[in-house]
């Protein structure tokens, strides 16, 4: 049974920081892509950020490009999201996602299993 457990959302001023983890159970990860989205209220679920688990290689949403770095370690199967300058427009709950590809897709629907999410909540 495949579980994706995010941590690390909260609280936090614009210009701040937040790491959020994603910890991987159930199976192996070897030829997934792993990503993080993001939903706001009333609005739908967005793209942030992709990682290849074969090769570490990544891909970002234009929005987050800069301020965002999603890496991961394989001993731990954990996938982690860095949110640098972090501003009121990045709030939302983001969710983790793994999809069996080799190619990055920004596609919800290309997602078979999903985390519960994370609330994010930056303040003015």
Partial sequence: ?????????????AGGSLRL???????????YVMSWFRQAPGKEREFVASIS?????????DSVKGRFTI???N????????????K???????YCAA????????RVGDYRYWGQGTQVTVSS
């Fill in 53 to 61: 688990w074969t090769d570490g290689t990544t891909y970002y949403a």
């Fill in 75 to 86: 001993a731990k199967n954990t996938v982690y999201l860095q949110m640098n300058s972090l």
């Fill in 99 to 106: 999809a069996l590809r080799f190619s990055f897709t920004t």
């Fill in 1 to 13: 049974q495949v579980q994706l457990v995010e941590s690390g959302g909260g609280l936090v001023q």
């Fill in 88 to 94: 009121p427009e990045d709030t939302a709950v983001y």
């Fill in 21 to 31: 983890s994603c910890a991987a159970s159930g199976r192996t990860f070897s030829n």
């Fill in 71 to 73: 890496s991961k370690t």
